[in-house]
Every structure is written in structure tokens, then in C-alpha cells.
């Protein structure tokens, strides 16, 4: 019985004094239950309760399992981790694309530790899932199946358009790990293999997830053309593919006109007035993170990042990029470098592109070549959102707030690189946007990070405080939840959180982790 406290239940609704009656892993009353004679009782007295965050879009596939107490999740009230985005999932797999994965994208590159798996011990979703539940991570995890994953399977890394049978065998991929508990599918259009993808292609596997009741997630084609263009090709995408669309951090670009929220959100207005369905997530930090490699250009990406560092080494393909890098405007000392994918580059994590290229003599274009010839998985978070715009997104109905990061463990990940919206996203909710700046309401808050998300999954039994639900459940103060966690020190754990439960068992009680890890697979 947790008594006491203020319950936000995750409905949208008014805040009630109440109790929360916990049976097993089930809420079994809410409200004025009568107290029962041999229950464990916890006073919440002074703080709120409210179901455990959602966090829509995070990519933990593999750092889940290197550290399965998913510390910076947990320290913040994520209760579950959906993962698989932007293109990429941890399956479907075979032994060439795994290790292709690990040495190409960073959000698999993480080590092995506490006894979970320091090589990958599975091909299909269903086996990844599988090795999710032995693992026993402290939350819950679910994931989408990748464009990226699926066409490296099946076409490889190649800058060319799939055959028909190709197209065929990424689609029914991507049935069959649907059918196995994937939660949609994702496209990661920046990225390669998925930026070389045409709209057919796209369609053809956003389509699986359509005829499935599921969605389709999409990391946009920013860069390569107007972010309000690329917009427009998501929610066509949506439409030929008869599929709910979810566009993932979705924002302008502080280079973009002031008002281009504001037509971005008009846009998914009239698509859903259609008869469409239309919804976003959103990032609440002005800095970014993402791979620097999203800003090469096309032809030095062909092929994938191994075929980069041979360009690199050659001094003519070296020149060229350099130059064609030189055309680009933008902040070099802004380039903060934040994560990179082997520990030997641990040194990049902290300076900007343009400080290493002052240091070291040379053009800020001609550092960044010398940095991608060390690390070519390096990520950089640049100021690239407006607060503004931030503010005028997170009020729209279609909108949830994620971390777009990846758990992590504040010291044995340290040497990756760090970024403070891993540590401090809900807490930066619940403390800057609704009790600092009233941004939006505390109720709606809770519904954004609770209900809302787990609707557009289709996760039926959470995401609310209600009798039947699992019982996932955050204890926090309203008056003290805040980010901690700064660029200087993106781990700082967050204030103000103070009980976290997953599946009936306490994860974190009075702010320390626990010895239970309840977590599980959601298929």
C-alpha cells in the first residue's frame, strides 16, 4: 500500500489524495482503498505518485544488457525503455550485418558487463527479446524493427535501389519480427543504408506495420533538404503505407524561418483532419547528439563507415571531403564532441571540433577529417533547436517528450561519452517545463510521459494508474524534481525522483537502487 501521496494517474485528469494497493506486479485498487491488515505500507506523504515514465524513443538495445541496472534510466523514473529507432535495431541479424552493427553504429558498442553478454547471443527479434528477459534489466524494454537493420540483410551497404525481391525480403523481415513482439518499424533517412532509400521502399516496409495495427517511426532526411519537405514525405509515407506515422525528434533547426514549428504542427493538423494519424516525439535540450557522419556527404558515406576510413586514408578522397566540409556554415566550436564508439577515442569526448583543429594547426575542416580517421562513430551535440520552438512543440496534443539517449552506467560508460539528456530528461519535464515555467500542466505532463506514449504502442496494461495495470509506478516531489546533469557533467543524477517501482518490486527506494531487477520483455 502506498499511502499518502498525491496520484497523478496518468489519465490526463485532476490530481487526487489517495492510495495505491499493489498485488503482485498488478495495481489491484486505487483511491480510498481500506487498508489491509498484513500489507507492506509506504508513506508518499508530500510527493506525488504517478505511473512509471515511458520513454518512447531510446536507444538502449545493447546498453541494456552491458549494464542491466539501466542506472541513468531508473535514477530519472523511466520504468520502460522502447528501443530499435531511427533505423536501427539490434535484430534481425546474421554473422556479417551483427558485426557490421557493432563496428558501424555506436549505440551497439557497448561492453559487456555484471555477466551480460559481451558478444551478441541471438539473429531473430524473437531471440533478441528472449535474451532481453534472461538478462532481467531493472525496466521494462520493447523494440521496433529498423529499415537499416533490414536492408543491410538484405541489400547490404550499398548506395543503389533494392530489386523487387530484395524489397520482398526486407518486408516479410519485417512481418516476421512483428509477429515476434517487434512494436513497429523505424527508418533512420539520415543514416546509411536508409538514406540511400526511395519513397517505395519506404512504403512497402512502413506498410508491414500498418497491416500489423502498428506504427511506423521515422528519423526524418534532415540536412540534405528543408526539414519542413521532409516532413511532408513522413506523413506521405503514412498515407501510402495506410499506417500511423510517428516523426521521431521532431523540431526545426535554429537556421530555419521562426515560425517553421508552427507550420510543422499545421501540417500534422491537417494530415489528421484528413483522417490521417499523425504524432511526434520530442527532445527537450537545445544541444542535439547524433553521429557527425549524418553531415558527409553522400558519396563518401557509400558503402558504410569501414569504406569511409578507407577514403580517408586516401589523401585525394581526404582533400575532397575537406573541401566539400569547408562549404558547410556552421558552429565549429559549437561541435561538441559527446559520444564516441571505442574506448581508444575516449580522449575525443568534451572538445569541440574546432578546438582539436586550432590545437592541432589545422582547418576546422581539415580536424574533423582527422577526427572521423580516429573515430568515424563520433557523435557531436551542437546547439541546434531554439527553446522557443521546444516550448511551442511540447504543448501540442501529438507530442511526447523522450530522451532519443541510451541507459547508461554513470562510471563504466564514462569512457564512451555521456550526454545530460540521458540523465535528465523527465526530471528537466516535471522541473523547467511545468513547475518552473508552466509550460504545460502537471497532469498533462504525467499523460505525455505515461499514457500517451504507451497508447501509440499499443501497450495495453500500463502507462496508468488503474486496477488490472502492471505495476510500474514512480514517488517524486513536486517541489524538487530537477535536471542535474550539465555538459560538464552530463551523469549528475537527477533530484527530486525517490522511488521507482517496475512490475510490483521497488527498483529505487528513497533515491538507492535496489537489489531487485523486475524488468521485462515487451512483446
Known sequence: MIEGGVIVDGSGGEPFQGSLLIVGDEIAGVGNSEPIADAQRFDASGCV???GFIDLHTHSDVSALSDPDCVSAVWQGITTQIVGHCGFSAAPTDDKTRESLRQEEPVFGFPGADGAPTVWGWDSTAEYLDTIELTSPRTNVGTLVGHNTLRRLAVGSEDRPPTPEETQLMARLARSSIEQGAMGVSTGLSYPPGLYARFDEIVAIAKEAGLAGRSYHTHMRYGGQPTIE???EALATGRAADTHVNVSHLYPSTSDPVDEARAMLDLIDDENARGGKATFDLTLFTRGGGAFSQSLPRWALAGGLSVLVERLNDPEHRRRLSEELKEAERDWDDDQIVKVGD?????MVGITIGGFARDAGLSPADGAVELLRTDPQFWVAPTIKRQED???LLQHK??????DGMSAHPVEHSHLGLMPKTFGTFPLLF???????GVIGLPEAVAKATSIPAGRLGIRNRGRLASGKKADVVVFSEGSIANEATEKYPSRKPAGIRDVMVNGSWAMQNGCLTAERAGVAIR
Open 49 to 51: 505518485v504517478s505511473p
Open 230 to 232: 521532409s516532413l511532408e
Open 343 to 347: 574506448r581508444s577515442a575516449a580522449w
Open 390 to 392: 521546444l516550448d511551442t
Open 398 to 403: 501529438a507530442c511526447v517528450p523522450v530522451t
Open 431 to 437: 522541473g523547467d517545463y511545468v513547475r518552473d515555467r
